[in-house]
């Protein structure tokens, strides 16, 4: 990767960054086809059966995070944090990205999470347990009805906290 600006110019990080990503989306746009057609994965995204765990799992893995995720993604600062909570669909546009910038396969979102715990893996002797907190959370596998209906129809959907999440 060059990490030249110009000549005799040096890039600085964030265009280094910007790079490294571009060039990561390049190579690995045709592995987004190649596991699940775009016409297979629209049916599938039509249906609702994206899986916010596998948001996460695909941002974690990138090590991916903030709010540049989201311009990214071609939406705003919360939604991609509502994707990965299920209370926010994204449309077919930020879903498309939403790979590209992982570099993920489409059908990768598809998957259900597993339900092996990584407490109940030899993981547990070399995770601090912190760490094997985080990985046991309870994944959210489903989106709400009105946020899948909500970005099928067209409308913007801003979901509503419940009480008892409010301070």
Not at 3 to 31: C, F
Request: with cysteine; glycine share 4%.
């Amino acid at each position: 990767m060059r990490t030249w600006a110009a000549p005799g110019v040096r890039a600085d990080p964030a265009e280094r960054e910007r790079r490294r990503r571009s060039i990561l989306a390049r190579r690995n746009q045709d592995a987004l086809t190649a596991w699940l057609s775009a016409e297979e994965g629209l049916r599938m995204w039509q249906a609702g059966r994206l899986v916010p765990d596998r948001i996460t799992a695909a941002l974690d893995m990138s090590g991916l995070e903030g709010p540049q995720v989201d311009i990214d993604c071609g939406t705003t600062e919360p939604d991609v944090d509502r994707w990965e909570l299920g209370i926010k669909y994204p449309t077919w546009e930020q879903f498309l990205a939403l790979c590209r910038l992982t570099a993920t396969p489409i059908s990768f979102f598809f998957r259900e999470p597993s339900d092996l715990r990584a407490s109940e893996t030899t993981l547990v002797y070399h995770l601090a347990a912190k760490v094997l907190r985080e990985l046991d959370r309870t994944p959210v596998t489903a989106f709400t009805r009105e946020a899948i209906a909500a970005t099928l129809a067209g409308r913007d959907y801003t979901p509503v906290p419940a009480q008892d999440t409010l301070w």
